[in-house]
């Protein structure tokens, strides 16, 4: 292992990680409007379950909330300044996040006293809650997230920044298959083990990737995560 400074390129591939999982999370928060958010009892015989897409209040802010959290991700290519894309990933997830942990709030809080029922939370309403306080959390850590001397554990992290030459026409770049990997290579982009048949290659700077890590890339962001070459 190596120590060595963050560039603005790793930093904006760390940018598109945080911004991969909100959008996730975003999905799994719109996903629980589909279940059963309380069961609330006019009487002690007759129950209703409440899903929380009944309700108007709660389908409009988990909707607008994992909508924001879930854009996010997708606004991470609009600018190749980190300072940039380390504000609108913020304020979205905190904007989202927000916006979706008041459904759950205005449930609990708001509307169920003033219905005159007893009730109780299910599961749906929780999961709401807690995916809302991530997206909120996501958001904070890409707030503070800044460049800083790290380990990069990266067994199959060669060459990499040898090719950048400033001011010279955008190179391009193609990625191929790889037969064989070296045991325990890493992707860099979601830190997990590449095996022989996952791996795609930067025929540019030879660092090796999931192909479904870099194909996501990609489409978003049009340039090998490494090198900055654009894919052709
Ligand atoms: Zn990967
Ligand atoms: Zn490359």
Known sequence: MEEMTVSERRLLVRF??????????????????????????????????????LLPETLALSSIGGVLAGIALLVTSFSSKPSVVRLILSSLAIGGGVVGLLSPVYLNFVLIPSLNVVGEPEPGFFISFFSAVVIVALGILALVTRPQKVEIPYPGYYGMGEQETAGQPVETTSFETVDAVDDGL????????????????????????????????VNINGTCPNCGRAAV
């Open 16 to 53: 598109f990680q945080i911004g991969s999982i909100m959008a996730l999370v975003g999905s799994i928060h719109i996903l629980t409007l589909l279940m059963p958010w309380y069961v609330v009892r006019a009487d002690t015989v007759s129950a209703t379950v409440l899903s929380g897409y």
């Open 186 to 217: 890493i992707c860099p982009i979601c830190y997990t083990t590449v095996t022989s048949e996952n791996a795609v290659r930067c025929t540019s700077c030879g660092v090796v990737f999931h192909s479904g890590c870099l194909e996501t890339y």
